[in-house]
T-cell receptor, first 117, second 113 residues
């Protein structure tokens, strides 16, 4: 597609359930980022992929959070045993390359709003 | 640790007033700098960027930003704001050593018509 696509756009779940959030980046973009945006907060970095590998997982809040990317394209963020504090908007962004370097210019999806009851 | 600070959490201005939003980042070598904007109900979009060269960069909608290396700052400016500039503004930094892109906490801008 023309832009970054995220699904679901809204997800309401019960505490303790697992959720999967999907991101389909812009075709050809090698870098993919996940962020979390909580009410009144900025964007919290979660994880970054270059191709299928994740050089930086430092932002994942706990071992309940994991992410993978396959085929250098679609990425899935999984939250196990969700807690109420996981409620937030999860944003995905992708970025292309200029020569050998990642430009860092991010194209964002609309986000997935997660509500944990 | 690499970090980005936006000291203004909420700015309220009247139309035609001048705007300056502060952004400071921690030292970490070579950086690429960005300002993103999120209009109400919309997704984040790029306002302007600095990679190298002229430290005064111009973006969309009359915005500009100045990179001052000695101050680790990248402040956003607009000479005369409009009601349609009401939005949340985020400063972001990509440290070339890491390719991780870190965002500031954002500044909410409200414009009184």
């Amino acid at each position: 597609g023309a832009g970054v696509s995220q699904s679901p756009s809204n997800k309401v779940t019960e505490k303790g359930k697992d959720v999967e959030l999907r991101c389909d980046p812009i075709s050809g973009h090698t870098a993919l980022y996940w962020y979390r945006q909580s009410l009144g907060q900025g964007l919290e970095f979660l994880i970054y992929f270059q191709g299928n590998s994740a050089p930086d997982k430092s932002g994942l809040p706990s071992d309940r959070f994991s992410a993978e990317r396959t085929g250098g394209s679609v990425s899935t963020l999984t939250i196990q045993r969700t807690q109420q504090e996981d409620s937030a908007v999860y944003l995905c962004a992708s970025s292309g390359r200029d020569g050998r370097s990642n430009t860092g210019e991010l194209f964002f999806g609309e986000g997935s709003r997660l509500t944990v009851l | 640790a690499q970090s980005v600070s936006q000291h203004n959490h909420h700015v309220i201005l009247s139309e035609a007033a001048s705007l300056e939003l502060g952004c400071n980042y921690s030292y970490g070598g070579t950086v690429n700098l960005f300002w993103y904007v999120q209009y109400p109900g919309q997704h984040l979009q790029l306002l302007l960027k600095y990679f190298s060269g002229d430290p005064l960069v111009k973006g969309i909608k009359g915005f500009e930003a100045e990179f001052i290396k000695s101050k680790f700052s990248f402040n956003l400016r607009k000479p005369s704001v409009q009601w349609s500039d009401t939005a949340e503004y985020f400063c972001a930094v990509m440290y070339s050593s890491a390719s991780k892109i870190i965002f500031g906490s954002g500044t909410r801008l409200s414009i009184r018509p």
